[in-house]
C-alpha cells in the first residue's frame, strides 16, 4: 500500500515537460494523482518516472471561448463543477459531476487527469463522448486536437502517445432549449458506474425530438454513443413505446461480460431503464426550456 | 539441525531518490528532506508525528486520512508528499482552539455522540469542516448529509449519529 519507487520531475514549462517525458518510455505525467496514486499504492502501476505537471505554467483555468468551454490540465473536478458560467452554459456537466467519486476527491482529482486514466466505466470521459469533446495534445511533434470519439481506444487506453501531455480538453456549451440528463447505477454513491448514462435532445414545434445524443459508461471498454436509439427517437414523440424500442435498440451496445460486480444482463436491463427514464427528464427539461 | 538465521532483510539505508519540500502545516513553516514516493499522510504522520491524521485504507476509500490541502479536503493518501510542496496543510491538530476548547464541530461530535473507537473520527471532521467553510450552499437534509459523509467510512456508529452531528454543527454555526 506504498507507492514503488520511481524518479521525480516538476518541470516549470510545457517544453521541459514534454521533453522529460520523452526521454523515458515509463514514465507517467502527474496531475491530481486521484486515479494513478492509487493504482501506484496497488502496484498496478509502476511508472519509473513521474512528471508532476502542477508547476508548468499555462495549465491552470477554464474559459469559455464562444460556444466552447476550455478546461486547462490542471483544472479540478470542482472547480469545474462549481463554475458559475458553466453552470449556466451547460447545466449537464454539475449534473454529471455529482457521481464522480466524492468532495475531497474532486477537490483534487482534475478532469484531464480523468479523461487520460480512461476508465470504461468513469463519468467524464462518458460525457466527452457524449457531447463531442475534443482534446487538445502537446507533444515533442506539436500539438494536435483529437476528438473524443478517437481519444478512447480501449481499457484505460487512449490515443495520447508517450511524449504527449493532454494541455486541455473542450466541451461545448448546450444548444439553447435543449433538454439533458444524467444519472447512473452504483452499488454505493461515489462508486465507478455499474451503468451510467448521459442524454442530451431538443424537441420541435409539434414536440418531436431532435438532434437526440445518448451516451453510456460502464457496459464496454471504452465510453460510447447509443446510436442505435438515437436514430430510433429521432423524430418521435416519445411515446413511452418509442422509448421502449430506443431501449431495446441499444441492448447490443452491452459487451461488457460479466464480471465481479455484476452480470452481462443485469447491465442490459439496467440500461434499459435508465435510458428510458433520462430520455424522460431530459425531453421534460425540453419542454420546460421552450415555454420560457 | 541448523536453523535458518532470523535478521531482517531491510536495507540499512534507503535507495530511494530524495527532494526537499517546504510546506505550511498548522500554520507553521516546515522543511524536510523526503524520499519522492512518501504519501503526505506519512509525512504528517512520521515526519511530523501528526499523528491525528490516521491511516485507513491507503487507496482513497475509507476517508481517514482526509486533511485540507490549500483550504479543501483531500485524502492525504492519494497525495505524495512532494505535491504539497508550497502548500498549505490543516490537520485535525489545529481544529481545536489552544486551550483546548473544541470547534463547533468537534462540539456536534461529541454532543451527539458521533464516535465510538474514534479512528475515523478526524477524516470526518476535516471533511465536514471543509464542506462548511467552502461557502456553496449545503443540503442538510439526511440524503445530502449522507452524500456529504458517503466518501468517509465508518465501522462502528451506522452513521445515525454522525448525521445527527452535522445537522447539530450547522446549528451551531449558524447555517441551519
Known amino acids: ?8 520531475e516538476a518541470p516549470r514549462t510545457l517544453r521541459d515537460a514534454v521533453a522529460v517525458l520523452a526521454s523515458d518510455s515509463d514514465a507517467m505525467v502527474l496531475a491530481g494523482g486521484q486515479s494513478l496514486v492509487p493504482a501506484m499504492n496497488f502496484r498496478v502501476a509502476t511508472p519509473s518516472l513521474l512528471v508532476d505537471i502542477q508547476h508548468v505554467e499555462g495549465l491552470k483555468g477554464i474559459a469559455i471561448e464562444g460556444d466552447t468551454i476550455v478546461i486547462k490540465a490542471m483544472t ?21 459531476m455529482q457521481h464522480v467519486a466524492h468532495v475531497p476527491i474532486r477537490n483534487r482529482g482534475t478532469v484531464v487527469g480523468s ?10 470521459p462518458l460525457l466527452f463522448v457524449l457531447l463531442d469533446g475534443t482534446l487538445v495534445a502537446t507533444g515533442l511533434a506539436g500539438t494536435r486536437q483529437i476528438p473524443a470519439a478517437d481519444f478512447f481506444q480501449s481499457f484505460l487506453t487512449t490515443a495520447r502517445r508517450q511524449d504527449e501531455i493532454v494541455v486541455e ?23 465507478f458506474a455499474l451503468v451510467g448514462i448521459g442524454c442530451v435532445l431538443s424537441l420541435d414545434g409539434s414536440g418531436r425530438a431532435q438532434n437526440v445524443r445518448l451516451a453510456a459508461c460502464g457496459i464496454s471498454d471504452r465510453p460510447v454513443r447509443l446510436k442505435a436509439a438515437e436514430t430510433a427517437l429521432t ?12 431501449a431495446h435498440a441499444s441492448a447490443d451496445a452491452v459487451t461488457q461480460t460479466d464480471d465481479m460486480n455484476t452480470s452481462m444482463s443485469y447491465r442490459r436491463r439496467v440500461l434499459s431503464g435508465l435510458l428510458q427514464r433520462l430520455v424522460r427528464i431530459a425531453a421534460g427539461r425540453a419542454r420546460a426550456g421552450n415555454r420560457q | 539441525m541448523k536453523r ?37 499522510s506519512d509525512f504528517l504522520r512520521h515526519e511530523l508525528g501528526l499523528t491525528g491524521t490516521h491511516v485507513g485504507c491507503e487507496h482513497g476509500v475509507c476517508g481517514c486520512c482526509t486533511v485540507h490541502i490549500d483550504g479543501k479536503a483531500g485524502r492525504s493518501c492519494l497525495t505524495l508528499a512532494v505535491q504539497a510542496n508550497g502548500c498549505n496543510i490543516r490537520t485535525i491538530e489545529d481544529v481545536a482552539a489552544e486551550n483546548g476548547a473544541l470547534h463547533p464541530v468537534q462540539q456536534a461530535f461529541k454532543e451527539c455522540h458521533a464516535l465510538q473507537c474514534g479512528f475515523c473520527t478526524p477524516g470526518m471532521v476535516m471533511n465536514v469542516l471543509s464542506r462548511f467553510e467552502e461557502r456553496e450552499p449545503l443540503d442538510l437534509s439526511e440524503n445530502g448529509i ?12 451506522g452513521y445515525i449519529n454522525i448525521i445527527a452531528a452535522v445537522r447539530r454543527a450547522a446549528e451551531l454555526l449558524g447555517r441551519a
Not at chain 2, 449522507?146 to 456508529?157: A, F, K, P
Open chain 1, 1 to 8: 500500500m506504498k507507492p514503488p519507487l520511481f524518479r521525480y
Open chain 1, 76 to 96: 479540478r473536478h470542482r472547480e469545474l463543477e462549481l463554475h458559475p458560467e458553466v453552470r449556466r452554459v451547460n447545466p449537464l456537466i454539475a449534473e454529471t
Open chain 1, 115 to 124: 479523461l487520460c486514466h480512461a476508465d470504461p466505466s468513469a463519468e467524464m
Open chain 1, 169 to 191: 480538453a473542450r466541451l461545448p456549451v448546450l444548444p439553447a432549449g435543449a433538454g439533458f440528463a444524467f444519472d447512473e447505477v452504483t452499488r454505493r454513491h461515489g462508486d
Open chain 1, 235 to 246: 423524430g418521435t414523440l416519445l411515446a413511452a413505446s418509442d422509448l421502449a424500442a430506443a
Open chain 2, 4 to 40: 535458518a538465521a532470523i535478521r531482517p532483510s531491510i536495507p540499512e539505508r534507503s535507495e530511494d531518490p530524495r527532494v526537499e519540500v517546504s510546506l505550511t502545516v498548522n500554520g507553521q513553516p516546515v522543511k524536510r528532506t523526503v524520499s519522492v514516493r512518501m504519501l503526505l
Open chain 2, 146 to 157: 449522507r452524500d456529504l459523509l458517503s466518501g468517509n467510512l465508518c465501522r462502528c456508529t
